[in-house]
C-alpha cells in the first residue's frame, strides 16, 4: 500500500492524536477523511475532508460510510481514534456515564467495523487500525469505566485480526502511554460525584493526569508515526506500541507474578 493514493477515514480526527493522524496521512498524498460529532459547517480542515459522525449513533455511522462510499467508491483505511478517558470510581460512576464510556470506546468502533468490512471485503483488500492504549493491557484505579473499554477494542481487534487474515485483510491496535496534552485536554473526564470515600483519590489521580500529560514524552505527532507505520506495511504487525510505559508495563505485568505486580501498581497509584 506504500505507493498508492489510499481513502481513509479516522474518527475524531480533528484535534489532537486523531488530527495528527490525518496531517502526516494527507502529507503522504492520501485522501483523509476525518469525523466530528457536531455538524459539519466547512468541508475541509488543513486541506483534510470533514464529515459529521456520532459512533454511538448507528444511523449516523451508516450515513457517514455510505456517503463516503458514494464519494470515493472505496473505503481503503477505517482509523477508529474517537473517544474519551473516564475518570470515577464503580462505586461513584452513574449508570449512564459508564454505558456511554462502552458505547464511545468500544461498540463505536465496532460499529464502524461492520460499517465498512463488506465494501473491503468486496475489494480484497483493507486495513482497520483501533486507537487503543495502555489502559487496555493494565487497569488503573478510578478508571475502570475506560480500561473496561480498551481491554474489550483489544480481544476483539485480536479475533477480528484472526478472521480477517486469511482474506488479505489486517485489523491491529495502536496503544500509546499517555499522550501529551494541554491543560484543557476535552479527552480526559470526570465523573461529577463528591461525597463518597473514592472522591479525595479520583480527584488527585485526575489532577496527576492532567499534570502528567503536560510534560510527557509521548506525543500525538508519536501516535500519528506509528499509524502511518501500520498503513504502509507490508504486513501490518497486530499492536503497535508507542511510548515507554506502553512498551514497558505490559511486560513487567508479563514478568511479575500477579501479587508482586500489585504491589507494584499500589505504590505507583497510591
Known amino acids: 500500500m506504500k505507493n498508492e493514493s489510499l481513502v481513509i477515514l479516522v474518527t475524531g480526527g480533528t484535534r489532537g492524536i486523531g488530527a495528527a493522524i490525518a496531517a ?30 456520532d459512533v454511538t449513533s448507528a444511523a449516523s455511522v451508516e450515513a457517514c460510510v455510505h ?18 478517558d473516564l475518570y470515577g470510581a ?16 468500544f461498540l463505536g468502533a465496532a460499529r464502524m467495523v461492520q460499517a465498512v468490512l463488506p465494501r473491503m471485503l468486496e475489494q480484497r483488500s483493507g486495513r482497520i487500525i483501533n486507537i487503543s492504549s495502555i489502559g487496555g493491557e493494565v487497569g488503573l484505579p478510578m478508571n475502570a469505566a475506560y480500561s473496561a473499554s480498551k481491554f474489550a477494542l483489544e480481544g476483539y481487534t485480536e479475533s477480528l485480526r484472526q478472521e480477517l487474515l486469511p482474506l488479505g485483510l489486517y485489523a491491529c491496535t495502536v496503544s500509546p502511554s499517555p499522550v501529551a496534552s494541554g491543560p484543557h485536554d476535552q479527552s480526559i473526564r470526570e465523573v461529577s460525584a463528591a461525597d463518597n470515600p473514592f472522591a479525595q483519590r479520583r480527584a488527585e489521580l485526575v489532577q496527576r493526569m492532567r499534570r502528567d500529560a503536560l510534560t510527557s514524552r509521548t506525543r500525538p505527532e508519536d501516535v500519528a508515526a506509528a499509524v502511518v507505520q501500520a498503513v504502509h506495511a507490508r504486513a501490518p504487525a497486530p499492536r503497535y506500541r508507542v511510548g515507554a510505559l506502553a512498551r514497558w508495563i ?9 501479587t508482586l505486580f500489585e504491589q507494584f501498581m499500589r505504590r505507583a497509584f497510591p
Open 24 to 53: 502526516q496521512l494527507h502529507e503522504r498524498g492520501h485522501r483523509v477523511y476525518v469525523t466530528q460529532r457536531a455538524q459539519v459547517e466547512s468541508g475541509q480542515q488543513d486541506g483534510v475532508q470533514v464529515l459529521t459522525l
Open 67 to 84: 456517503g463516503l462510499l458514494r464519494r470515493e467508491g472505496r473505503i481503503d483505511v477505517l482509523v477508529n481514534n474517537a473517544g474519551y
Open 90 to 105: 464503580v462505586f461513584e460512576t452513574p449508570w449512564h456515564d459508564f454505558m456511554d464510556q462502552l458505547d464511545t470506546n
Open 250 to 258: 505490559p511486560r513487567l505485568k508479563g514478568w511479575l507474578p500477579d
